[in-house]
């Protein structure tokens, strides 16, 4: 027989997937500020006794889409323990690609963070958010470059951060022309050109005679 519990869970689960794929689409159509309960319960197909039985108001939802998503964010770009013990300052490719993985699985998601019509506090908010783990994630893959010759890093950082950030949505309103490996590795080319700094000289010797 099957498990009641693991049944009770898939449920949910699915539950709760459909009410943010409903907020998903109502954001597409209207401001945040819009969007009623009702529109996110009559979207998903459930009445609102269900929507109150996950999520206290839309708030909520919108607060725990954003954080379960940047989560998943952070354990994907994450260093394998490998990666954590490579020294070296070579450009960080799987872990570039692991990112734009993420970002073209959750594609419906971001796109709908990104759009000019999901303005607000909330957009803001997400954007902050998104910021903070990508700063967290960068510094630990090395790509922040070290202050040289009068280099402030802060400024070099946050330059390096929506340098980055802006390729990945330009990608997505594109539709994600390109495979996450393609674009790992022109951020690659465009990251050796303006950083040669940040590499050993040897790395520069091994490239110069490809």
């Excluded at 039985?53 to 394998?80: A, N, V, W």
């Excluded at 400024?155 to 997505?172: E, Q």
């Excluded at 393609?182 to 091994?206: C, G, W």
């Amino acid at each position: 027989m099957p498990n009641k519990s693991n049944t009770a869970d898939r449920r949910v689960k699915r539950t709760k997937r459909k009410i943010r794929r409903a907020l998903i689409e109502l954001l597409n159509e209207k401001d945040f500020g819009a969007v009623t309960v009702q529109d996110i319960a009559e979207r998903a197909d459930i009445n609102r006794g269900t929507f109150y039985l996950h999520y206290q108001d839309k708030y909520d939802l919108f607060e725990r889409m954003g954080d379960d998503m940047l989560e998943e964010l952070s354990k994907s770009i994450g260093p394998t323990d490998n990666e954590k013990r490579n020294t070296s300052h070579t450009y960080p490719e799987q872990q570039v690609i692991r990112l734009f993985t993420h970002f073209h699985l959750h594609r419906a998601f971001y796109k709908t963070m990104f759009s000019h019509d999901a303005r607000t506090y909330f957009h803001k908010r997400f954007l902050e958010m998104l910021y903070q783990q990508f700063s967290q994630a960068f510094e630990t893959l090395k790509l922040m470059p070290c202050t040289v010759n009068g280099m402030n890093k802060d400024i070099v950082s946050h330059y390096v951060l929506f340098a980055h950030l802006g390729v990945l949505v330009s990608w997505l309103e594109q539709d994600t022309p390109h495979t996450p490996e393609y674009m790992a590795k022109q951020l690659e080319s465009i990251y050796d050109y303006a950083y040669p700094f940040t590499r050993p000289s040897d790395v520069h010797l091994n490239r110069r005679d490809r």
